[in-house]
Nanobody
Framework: QVQLVESGGGLVQAGGSLRLSCVAS????????MSWYRQAPGKERELVAT????????NYADSVKGRFTISRDNAKNTVFLLMNSLKPGDTAVYYC????????WGQGTQVTVSS
């Protein structure tokens, strides 16, 4: 059974940093691209970052380029999202996701950035 469990969210002031973690089970992340999405209140879910199965390539939404870094630890079956220089506009629920025949999502972790 595929399971994704996010953690690391919280309340932080603008300019601060957080590191999100996503522990995967039921499959091996080393064989799959992994992504982080976010959804702010009243808005659609949007792609934040993706990392390929090898970790050799990453892609970011324009709004987070230069501030966020996605990485993976295949030995721990875990994906990370390091978020620096956080802005109030980054406030959202952040989700880890993987496509395995269909999209699988974690339960999400809340990130709130105060001004």
């Amino acid at each position: 059974q595929v399971q994704l469990v996010e953690s690391g969210g919280g309340l932080v002031q603008a300019g601060g940093s957080l590191r999100l973690s996503c522990v995967a089970s039921g499959f091996t992340i080393s064989s799959n691209a992994m992504s982080w999405y976010r959804q702010a209140p009243g808005k659609e879910r949007e792609l934040v970052a993706t990392i390929t199965s090898t970790g050799g390539n990453t892609n970011y939404a324009d709004s987070v380029k230069g501030r966020f870094t996605i990485s993976r630890d295949n030995a721990k079956n875990t994906v990370f999202l390091l978020m620096n220089s956080l802005k109030p506009g980054d406030t959202a629920v952040y989700y880890c996701a993987v496509y395995l025949a269909f999209w699988h999502w974690g339960q999400g972790t809340q990130v709130t950035v105060s001004s």
